[in-house]
């Protein structure tokens, strides 16, 4: 685990942070969306949605793998010593 890079802030780290978590989120309800909508669309669609759910579900898995990266990859400690 490194400190933070010269040039990072904490608060650039932190809103690439808030980013990943946006993202993770995003994707994972678009993946519950998708396929909750199943029964909703005519069958013609279906096949698409289907794929289209598969997608953002690895999405959201590619995400989270990059958050815990991200989250292992500094060490973010206070320079206040608090």
Same mark, same amino acid.
């Given at each position: 685990?490194?400190? #933070?890079?010269?040039?990072?802030?904490?608060?650039?780290?932190?809103?690439?942070?808030?980013?990943?978590?946006?993202?993770?989120?995003?994707?994972?309800?678009?993946?519950?969306?998708?396929?909750?909508? #199943?029964?909703?669309?005519?069958?013609?669609?279906? &096949?698409? #949605?289907?794929? &289209?759910?598969?997608?953002?579900?690895?999405? &959201?898995?590619?995400?989270?793998?990059?958050?815990?990266?991200?989250?292992?990859?500094?060490?973010?400690?206070?320079?206040?010593?608090?």
């Amino acid at each position: 685990m490194a400190p #933070l890079a010269d040039g990072w802030s904490y608060a650039e780290w932190n809103a690439t942070y808030n980013a990943f978590s946006f993202g993770i989120a995003a994707m994972g309800c678009a993946t519950i969306f998708f396929w909750l909508q #199943l029964a909703n669309v005519s069958k013609s669609y279906r &096949t698409a #949605l289907i794929i &289209t759910g598969i997608v953002t579900c690895i999405a &959201t898995y590619h995400y989270f793998r990059i958050f815990n990266s991200w989250v292992e990859a500094f060490k973010v400690v206070s320079t206040d010593g608090g």
